[in-house]
């Protein structure tokens, strides 16, 4: 009941530094917000001895005072007001207010709308005082009385001083609070962080996405939404999301809000959702919205989607604080997108490359078997070369010796037989001279095909070989040639080498023998002998002979090949290939260099170590 008697409060000096001290103690406690307004609150009605004590704070977002805290307001006056936004617009104590003033609504002022207000709170005096703090005005203080009160200067400036004490401690509690929410948020993001990478299926994934904003934001419900061509389909939902369902589609272009904010890649939120707002979302169609926040999912190289928000209560429920959360969170949920991606690719990349790999030891299981399968077919072919070349060489033997037996038997007869039998003589001397320089030139066939074959089987030795002095012995041994020749020797300096004496004594034996025996009738008759420093051991053998033609280069290395020099040269075509096996042996390469008419270089590359050994097939003694 209101007293209509008018009363007056007083409150001691004793009592008013008490309540100044124990609000400004709110400045220096780590409240709560909530907390340290329902404090402020019980602090005033105790001091004044009022009925009810109240704080409303003003909302720029909502251009209002909402009802915040209070205490002594029957519960059921208190529902109607708590959380409600009270404009004021155009009111005159709003401007009082403002400009730090203490204003003071009774049963006596004429104003309408104070009068509504005292009806509507069931209060006969109400005291209000400015909130006014470091960043301008805050809200207000409500003192009230259900009996008209009066309250002098002192009470009024008491009530003035609590209010500047208290704005600071709302300050100081709201910047907390702000610091708690912020923690909060980074802590629940961090958590939606981990959960995403921990869970490896999308569907469960997009549905975390929804529940985790949902609890973030604390909203009354979340949707996620891909794009799919030029459609938007639901792909998850959690919360109150009216019909929404997941599959549910609809065209982009008749999704004005979300759509703008695909383009834009920026949140952006509708509040005071109605027929008025614009805001027309069909996949929301039966959904009970006040206000929405939609959050653009969108990375480089995964499908573009939106997170929409739903408040379903609030009609001024979003603001830019919450825009800037909202890219905050989309950062993270596209990195994970990113992010699953990657894995996705660098699964897909291990699976090809496991099945390369199984693929790639096949076929070196395949190479490995053909490989052995060659090695052992070379020396099976080795084995039939040096047999069958071994084998040759008794009849050969026999038909040269026969051959020479039957040229003398022919001569005996010369003196025995008439004329007439002098033709049938000679037809049968010039058979027997054919005969025998066959078998001469077969037994030079066989005897190249044994070399050969040693070439494979003979063990090679490896040792610290002197080139120069290898090279000057082979000189020596052939100096009646090169002299008879006229050949000009020239030998530069030579090292010393790991190889194989015998092996590398021959390869320099038949390429010496080969420049000299295919010199010709050149006019300057020059043989040089070398070395160039590199990552390899380089030895040359260059002539001033006629050359050997592009197409006969790789030929001359072949068995029985030669090339085109003058047919008058001795030789079956089997010293190169020897060369070539020999260094091919010791893991270097042989290659030459001519033009024709321009003489050759013929060069030996062989490696500083030599390679590894593998079983060789001892070799055989020849008769």
Known sequence: MIDSELARIDASPAAAAAALLQ?????????????????????????????????MLWSERKRGFIATADVGTPPDVFARSNRRTFSMQGSPYLDQLASGEVVVIDRSNPEPMAQRLLSHLQVATQVVAPLTGQHGFVGALLVSYERSVHLGREQLDLVRGIAQQ????????????????????????????????????????????????????????????VGDGDHLSVCA????????????????????????????????????????????????????????????????????SVLVLIDTREPDRFGAVHVD?????????????????????LADERAKLAERS?????????????SEQLRSANGALEELIYVASHDLRSPLINL?????????????????????????????????????????????LVQGLLDVSRCGTRPIVF?????????????????????????????????????????????FANLIDNAIK????????????????????RFFVRDSGPGIGAADQDKIFRLFQRGSRPPAAPGEGIGLAVVRKIVERHGGSVEVESEAGNGATFWITLPFEPPPQVEEVPDRAVP
């Open 23 to 55: 609000v400004a103690r709110e400045f220096n406690g780590r409240l709560e917000l909530t907390e340290c307004l329902t404090r402020v609150c019980a602090i005033t009605q105790a001091t004044f001895r009022a009925d009810r004590s109240s704080i």
């Open 166 to 225: 208290a704005a600071v401690a709302i300050e100081s509690a709201r910047l907390f609070t702000n610091t708690q929410k912020a923690a909060a948020f980074r802590t629940a993001l961090n958590d939606l962080a981990l959960d995403l990478n921990r869970e490896p299926d999308l569907a469960r994934m997009r549905a975390r996405v929804c529940e985790g904003a949902q609890a973030m934001f604390a909203v009354d419900g979340a949707v996620l939404a």
């Open 237 to 304: 939902v959690a919360g109150v999301c009216g019909s929404a369902m997941i599959g549910q589609r609809a065209p982009q272009d008749a999704c004005g809000t979300l759509a703008e904010v695909l383009r834009q890649r920026r949140a952006a939120y509708v509040n005071r959702i109605g027929a008025a707002s614009g805001c027309q979302l069909p996949i929301l169609a039966a959904t009970p919205m006040q206000a929405l926040l939609a959050i653009p999912l969108i990375s480089e190289h995964t499908i573009p």
């Open 325 to 345: 959360e909202a890219m905050t969170l989309a950062a993270t949920v596209t990195a994970w997108m990113e992010n699953r991606r990657l894995l996705l690719d």
């Open 358 to 370: 199984l693929r790639l030891q096949e076929v070196n299981a395949t190479l490995t078997l053909r």
């Open 400 to 444: 040269g010796g026969f051959a020479c037996e039957l040229t003398d038997a022919v001569e005996r007869l010369r003196g025995q037989l008439n004329g007439t039998s002098q033709d049938t003589l000679d037809d049968v001397d010039e058979a027997a001279g054919i005969i025998r320089n066959s078998a001469t030139r077969l037994d030079a």
């Open 463 to 507: 040792d610290r070989v002197d080139v120069q002095a290898l090279v000057q012995t082979i000189l020596d041994a052939q100096r009646f040639v090169i002299s008879s020749a006229a050949v000009d020797v020239q030998v530069g300096a030579l090292p010393v080498v790991t190889a194989d004496p015998m092996g590398l004594s021959q390869v």
């Open 518 to 537: 295919y010199m010709g009738a050149s006019a300057v008759r020059r043989l040089e002998i070398g070395y160039r420093e590199g990552a390899l051991h």
